[in-house]
């Protein structure tokens, strides 16, 4: 089976940092486009960023821009989302995706459960 397992979440004060892991099983990671996503209660999930399959393209939502740095690392079948200077608005499941897709937010095939991050003002 195929499985994305988010961790890293947690309870942070305003203006921390976290680093969120995606570690995949089941799949051939280095094959996927690898995003994040979250969705805080009452509120639309939204793609908070993206990175290509390729490495060559990389998104970041305005509202994390400038604060926050995708990676991944094939060989241990895992993606980070590092997010800096957490806000209160930065509170929301967090969830990892992946797309055997080289564009990003295009043709989704698996999700994490999600890991919640509460920042406390």
């Known amino acids: 089976e195929v499985q994305l397992v988010e961790s890293g979440g947690g309870l942070v004060q305003a203006g921390g940092s976290l680093r969120l892991t995606c570690a995949a099983s089941?799949?051939?990671?280095?094959?996927?486009?690898i995003g994040w996503f979250r969705q805080a209660p009452g509120e639309e999930r939204e793609g908070v960023s993206c990175?290509?399959?390729?490495?060559?393209?990389?998104y970041y939502a305005d509202a994390v821009k400038g604060r926050s740095t995708i990676s991944r690392d094939n060989a241990k079948n895992t993606g980070y989302l590092q997010i800096d200077n957490l806000k209160p608005e930065d509170t929301a499941i967090y969830y990892c995706?992946?797309?055997?897709?080289?564009?990003?937010?295009?043709?989704?095939?698996?999700w994490g459960k999600g890991t919640l991050v509460t920042v406390s003002s």
């Open positions: 995706a992946v797309a055997k897709q080289r564009l990003c937010w295009y043709g989704i095939d698996y």
């Open positions: 089941g799949l051939s990671f280095d094959d996927y486009t």
């Open positions: 990175l290509s399959v390729t490495d060559g393209v990389t």
